[in-house]
T-cell receptor, first 117, second 115 residues
Framework: DSGVTQTPKHLITATGQRVTLRCSPRSGDLSVYWYQQSLDQGLQFLIQYYNGEERAKGNILERFSAQQFPDLHSELNLSSLELGDSALYFC????????????????FGQGTRLTVV | GQNIDQPTEMTATEGAIVQINCTYQTSGFNGLFWYQQHAGEAPTFLSYNVLDGLEEKGRFSSFLSRSKGYSYLLLKELQMKDSASYLCAVSRDPYSGAGSYQLTFGKGTKLSVIP
């Protein structure tokens, strides 16, 4: 158990709908990453938050948004869903308040499998 | 931008040794990670290199050359359960500030261990 909790584990929804994926980071971790992994594809970085602030953006669509709350949990919102959005969505957390060069290992949740039909 | 390259697939025999290479190009390099991912599961941490050289952890070792932008993961005494994808990931610090590290993954190398 990595200590990172994602809900729900599975989600089936129709095209055009909107869903919210939730992530609770490991206790004490201030940084949260979101990744998308489509079938047989690598982990695509979407967005990173640190202590409530957005720190980095990857290939995140405009239909997608995220936020990190004061209690450090994070939500990824996916709207106007398309069939191609079907994927595993992973959240990871790490302790990034470390000196440069220290291990910034990210711990992954078990993912939310989103199926758009 | 960043570029991380690793072979798509590899096959090796149970009990053998396999080396999975990773090359990268990035600015603000902070460290290089290797993760293991079984199909449909979360990636799990294997190793971390920040300085040049070899880090050994049991059957797994990882090597880094910062000047060459090159790393490899070495798996010894292969077991069937080692069949998985191995992900090379680069941590970079583009802002030199707290929480600014970015973690970007390569597409992964799918390793098949055969009897």
């Amino acid at each position: 158990d990595s200590g990172v909790t994602q809900t729900p584990k599975h989600l089936i929804t129709a095209t055009g709908q909107r869903v919210t994926l939730r992530c609770s980071p490991r206790s004490g971790d201030l940084s949260v990453y979101w990744y998308q992994q489509s079938l047989d594809q690598g982990l695509q970085f979407l967005i990173q938050y640190y202590n409530g602030e957005e720190r980095a953006k990857g290939n995140i669509l405009e239909r997608f948004s995220a936020q990190q709350f004061p209690d450090l949990h994070s939500e990824l919102n996916l709207s106007s869903l398309e069939l191609g959005d079907s994927a595993l969505y992973f959240c990871a957390s790490s302790a990034l308040n470390l000196p440069r060069g220290k291990n910034t290992e990210a711990f992954f949740g078990q993912g939310t499998r989103l199926t758009v039909v | 931008g960043q570029n991380i390259d690793q072979p798509t697939e590899m096959t090796a025999t149970e009990g053998a040794i396999v080396q999975i290479n990773c090359t990268y190009q990035t600015s603000g390099f902070n460290g290089l990670f290797w993760y293991q991912q079984h199909a449909g599961e979360a990636p799990t941490f294997l190793s971390y290199n920040v300085l040049d050289g070899l880090e050994e952890k049991g059957r797994f070792s990882s090597f880094l050359s910062r000047s060459k932008g090159y790393s490899y993961l070495l798996l010894k005494e292969l077991q069937m359960k080692d069949s998985a994808s191995y992900l090379c990931a680069v941590s970079r610090d583009p802002y030199s500030g707290a929480g600014s590290y970015q973690l970007t993954f390569g597409k992964g190398t799918k390793l098949s261990v055969i009897p």
